[in-house]
């Protein structure tokens, strides 16, 4: 339930929207591979299933199970169209890459503001 409240209401809001845009598509990539009962929507799968997915990262981050992993931005091409991945290493952007049909080409300098 969200804290109408909360201190940091919209920094988690500008967090939770890049979030969902980079989960939509891995959730998309992941039930595509799903079979979804033909009298079930499939949009209320999906939600139920992004619901699942936060809960999971919030009971993994409150136990203290998962510790945030540094990550490094890596230059990827698909198509000649060039794109950008956060990912802990290059084998982990080249996993990433391939999820949209492209591959990593390098980590880009870290350029802190």
Known sequence: MVNNNYKYKDEAAVTAAVMIENLYDTVLWTLDRVEVPEDTEYNEVHAEFMEQVIAIMYEMCKLG????????????????????????????????????????????????E
Do not use: Q, R
């Open 65 to 112: 199970e998962k510790k945030p992993t540094p990550m490094k931005e890596y230059l990827c091409i698909e198509h000649g169209e060039y794109f950008t991945v956060f990912a802990k290493s290059l084998e982990h952007a080249k996993e990433l890459a391939l999820t949209w049909g492209g591959e990593a080409i390098k980590e880009l300098p870290h350029n802190p």
